[in-house]
């Protein structure tokens, strides 16, 4: 930095006292393009793959959870797998509410609730053992260690696990639909 800042102030023919501003900015600038052509990403750039991965965990998420309630109204569709369906949402109770909210950012972050004419939020104590506001609080797109968060419609907070453990628990689930099944067929060997 101290460097790139004596070159910037010799290029601008300034001291450091006359135009701080325009000093600071420039050698911010030529500081990360040296980083960035060495590959460093920025911090606030890895954070927001984190963010990234949660969502699209949250959304596949949903996306299982739709096919098993279809599935399960299928006619002809083992008993079990309306079992199944339930277990899913017993495990992850808030997922409808968080995707949600995470699929409609603009009207919680504007305080509404959902529906065509969506109503103002009331929001709901929060305590998730990090932010405590008996007042409730609007929390949009949250990650408190594996669990991500939002305000849900309802005005209740409401948190997602995204994590191996969450991961376990879906495979589990998928692969009793699986085994729920008939399956026709030659044998086949696939690894464990």
Known sequence: RKIIEAQ???????QYY???????????????KEKWSKGIVPVKHRHRFVFLY????????????????????????????????????????DLRGVRNSAQHLEDRARGLGAGKLPKPLQLQPVDNGFVVAPQGALMLSNLLGTKLGYTMANGYYG??????????KITSILQEVFNSFTWKGAPQHLPQ
Do not use: W
């Not at 949250?58 to 079992?83: C, H, M, Q, R």
């Open 18 to 32: 006359e135009d701080y501003g325009k000093v600071l900015a420039e050698v911010d600038v030529r500081l990360q």
């Open 159 to 168: 948190e997602v696990d995204i994590s191996e453990e969450s991961m376990s």
């Open 54 to 93: 949660a969502k699209s965990f949250l959304y596949a998420l949903d996306t299982i959870d739709k096919f098993l309630k279809v599935l399960s109204e299928e006619n002809g569709a083992p008993e079990i797998i309306k079992k199944l369906h339930a277990k899913f949402g017993d495990d992850f109770p």
């Open 8 to 14: 910037v102030l010799q290029e601008l023919g300034v």
